[in-house]
């Protein structure tokens, strides 16, 4: 089982519209927990970065949270446009040099 | 300012043939790594460097070899490349221990590989 879980996998929606994504994790205990966004036939992006002390962090619409007790962290993104259209991942980084992907949500915006 | 760069974009091997893939990175970074992404999995680190002329294995690292000869440049090598190694990789940098820090790490564009 992945110790990192996405949800959903895919997802939909309107331009102009939010949207969040979801990420559960095993990783324990871990360093920090990352968002990444991919475009289509291009690397992973960096989002955002928390430690496990932070609850929230936002790079311009998006918006990261995460609570380390249930080992969840979500990713909001408000006002969608265009160009989020997108593979988004979380990865959660473990004290012992260990580094978990999730296998990503793929989020399409249409006009 | 490149940042992260992959040669070659794309190839198709038969089984059995070898090759070796380029990374080049121009932030001075001391770290690097080769990543492999598949289908409905996350990525998965295959070896990595923590400076130049050391290598260490990943998660997933059978199959390759890795070079660090060069501060700016990492090597992934397949010497009897595998349908299974059919992939798409990835080499990343950053210039402190990404598990333990929250220093940034760049990709690169990605090198698709089909083996047959």
């Known amino acids: 089982k992945n110790q990192v879980e996405q949800s959903p996998q895919s997802l939909i929606i309107l331009e102009g519209k939010n949207c969040t994504l979801q990420?559960?994790?095993?990783?324990?205990?871990?360093?920090?927990l990352r968002w990444y966004k991919q475009d289509t036939g291009r690397g992973p992006v960096s989002l955002t970065i928390?430690?496990?002390?932070?609850n929230t962090k936002s790079n311009g619409r998006y918006t990261a949270t995460l609570d380390a007790d249930t080992k969840q962290s979500s990713l909001h993104i408000t006002a969608s446009q265009l160009s989020d259209s997108a593979s988004y991942i979380c990865?959660?980084?473990?004290?012992?040099?260990?580094?978990?992907f999730g296998a990503g949500t793929r989020l399409t915006v249409k006009p | 300012n490149a940042g992260v760069t992959q040669t070659p974009k794309f190839r198709v091997l038969k089984t059995g043939q070898s090759m070796t893939l380029l990374c080049a990175q121009d932030?001075?970074?001391?770290?690097m790594y080769w990543y492999r992404q598949d289908p409905g999995m996350g990525l998965r680190l295959i070896h990595y460097?923590?400076?130049?002329?050391?290598?260490a294995k990943g998660e997933v690292p059978d199959g390759y070899n890795v070079s660090r000869l060069k501060k700016q440049n990492f090597l992934l090598g397949l010497e009897s490349a595998a349908p299974s190694q059919t992939s798409v990789y990835f080499c990343?940098?950053?210039?402190?221990?990404?598990?333990?820090?929250?220093?940034?790490?760049?990709f690169g564009p990605g090198t698709r590989l089909t083996v047959l």
């Open positions: 990343a940098s950053s210039s402190a221990d990404i598990p333990r820090s929250t220093d940034t790490q760049y």
């Open positions: 990420c559960n994790y095993t990783v324990s205990p871990f360093s920090n």
């Open positions: 928390m430690t496990f002390s932070e």
């Open positions: 990865v959660v980084m473990g004290n012992n040099n260990d580094m978990r």
């Open positions: 932030m001075n970074h001391e770290y």
């Open positions: 460097s923590v400076g130049e002329g050391t290598t």
